[in-house]
């Protein structure tokens, strides 16, 4: 491609802006060229950089990013230079990087160690409904909109600086390959390798839902909030179940009531067993979709429903208000 060279008349006029003591990147912006084309027409008509040293406008580049108010994005914009433009400047200039670009800061250790229900109870939320992404280390969890408040409360527990992302209602594929809009969503999206490590050696991984997943290890107190996590994930407490039909009478125990998850076989069938353990209730184990590797287990014997909705929430302070008060709905009834 031709390079298309700067009228003489306008170098002109740069360099009696540049010898004037107008920075740089006001001329930039005034004559509409780079920061190297500046410097090229400069060099070409004779005219001495400001500084024996530094380029001004690396001094300028520099103090922007020391300032931990301003982005590198905004940066690049600003001074028109490349992402490997400026960290050559700071290479060459021996100044630090930020902590690998990071401008929100968390808890990046909250999975380092499951001692505490909510931990576990996130823990298994992210089992549930969380994505991995070993491109930039990413922990992604979205809601849809009426369940803001649950990743809200993630967010206050890791710690995270940042607002909720959100995602407009978009026609898209739904489950069982059927296109219709989706609801809008607010997500809540991590980057950090400790974070991301940590959730590999408690049995994560990307694209978990082609993997067979296991209750992670951790201590056995809480290994029901790593359930409920796991619930409201992935999960759901329902009445009159449209796998069982539709029934009216709302004021007696025909009604149907039911609490069930979904996920991989293995994970489905320990959870089964775990709570087969501690409580002696039994769940159907039911397919999902034809010949794929999830399944959903179900409890819907009325006594056991009730039994099961108290033994999850018990002591668990920190849950996800809609199918909390759904679960108080059915005991209620």
Known sequence: MKTIKTPPEIEKLICDDYKNGLASTEITNKYKVSINTLFRILKRNGVPTKF????????????????????????????????????RILKDHNIPTRDKHRTHH?????FRKIDTPEKAQILGFIYADGNLSSRGYHISMYLHNQDKEYLDKIRALVDYEAPLAYREARYAMKPGGVMGWSRPQYGLNLSSKIMYNDLLNL?????KSWV????????????KFFILGVLEGDGGICTNS?????????????????VYWCGCVTLMTEISDYILK????????????????????????FKDVNVLIDWLYDGADFKMERKFNKSREILDL
Not at 212 to 223: A, F, R, V
Not at 244 to 251: P, Q
Not at 282 to 300: E, P, V, W
Request: aromatic content about 10%; proline content about 4%.
């Open 106 to 110: 968390f808890n990046q250790d909250f």
């Open 52 to 87: 024996a040293t530094f380029k001004d406008f690396e001094l300028d580049v520099i103090k922007d990013f020391q300032d931990l108010a301003q982005t590198r994005d905004s940066i690049l914009i600003k001074y028109k230079i490349s992402k490997c433009k400026l960290f």
């Open 203 to 207: 049995g994560l991984c990307p694209r």
């Open 242 to 258: 449209p796998y069982r039909g539709d029934y009216s009478h709302r004021n007696s125990q025909c009604i149907k009531r039911s």
């Open 278 to 301: 501690e409580l002696g209730l039994k769940a159907s184990i039911q397919d999902t979709q034809r010949g794929s590797i999830l399944r959903a287990i179900r409890f819907t014997n």
């Open 212 to 223: 067979d997943l296991h209750i992670p290890d951790i201590p056995k107190n809480l290994i």
